[in-house]
């Protein structure tokens, strides 16, 4: 059943007391280089903005025209938490995407009542907590995080496509798609690579993989019935 972004979740906090509700998210936990970046905002009540939603869902024009609303409301508050490839390699990808978040959350002006995280619960975080999956969905607050978030690691990734140009940071943002795997296979890992992902290691390994999953049978005999096909997991080319 389709559920709108909405309040639905900030109006239910305020109602018992919470005034200040921070939304969480993050961008890049799936990448094989750069960082993983944490947002935190904190929206006015009575917000609005009608093209919001989940950053995944957006072109990444409208993504940066809706990056540039937020940052510049007067009334919104936010912060962002970065953890780069060197420390995801040292304490692994999940304990630094919650070290991301800890620091998003501490780098706000004021600290909120409560905060939205997207996904699963951040054990341990310094204020209380409800976790929504799907919440960069459903809550506007996340998904403006969302948004900060998305925007904050793509132009990162552009910087660092100037210093490394021969992996096409520019276009796949680090993300594990065929043409990422190509270039790592030819020129091998760069400083922003993180060595403790398999596919960095393996590159080759990882794209056979995925043109095997490509040409499965049952893939063959939605060719041959004209059925649609599904997208090889590793080939997008926009991951949050």
């Known amino acids: 059943m389709y559920r709108r972004c909405g309040f639905r979740y900030e109006k239910k906090l305020r109602a018992i007391g919470a005034a200040r509700i921070a939304g969480i998210d993050e961008a890049g936990r ?4 750069g960082p993983v970046v944490a947002a935190a905002a904190i929206l006015p009540e009575k917000f609005r903005h009608r093209r919001l939603n989940d950053s995944k869902q957006l072109a990444p024009e409208l993504r940066e025209e809706i990056y540039h609303d937020l940052i510049s409301n007067p009334d ?3 912060a962002v938490g970065i953890v780069d490839s060197m420390e ?5 990808i999940l304990r ?3 070290k991301a978040m800890r620091a998003a959350i501490a780098a706000l002006s004021s600290m909120p009542d ?5 996904g699963l619960p951040v054990i341990p975080f310094p204020v209380p907590q409800t976790a929504v999956i799907d919440g960069d969905c459903l809550s506007l607050t996340i998904a403006a995080a969302s948004v900060i978030a ?3 690691r793509d132009r990162m990734m552009r910087d660092f496509c100037a210093h490394f140009p021969e992996y ?3 276009q796949h943002k680090g993300y594990c798609t065929e043409i990422h795997l190509l270039k790592l296979h030819e020129f091998g890992p760069c400083p922003i690579h993180r060595r403790s992902f398999e596919p960095v290691a393996q590159p080759l390994v990882t794209l056979e993989g995925i043109i095997a999953a490509a040409a499965s049978p049952a893939r063959r005999s939605r060719r041959e019935t004209g059925l649609p096909l599904p997208a090889a997991g590793g080939l997008q080319n926009s991951l949050s």
Request: proline content about 0%; charged content about 20%.
């Open 150 to 152: 998305k925007v904050t």
């Open 30 to 33: 799936g990448a094989l280089a």
């Open 114 to 118: 409560h905060v939205l995280i997207d």
């Open 168 to 170: 096409c940071f520019s």
């Open 96 to 98: 630094a995407t919650h």
């Open 76 to 78: 919104l508050r936010w």
């Open 88 to 92: 995801i390699d040292r304490i692994n």
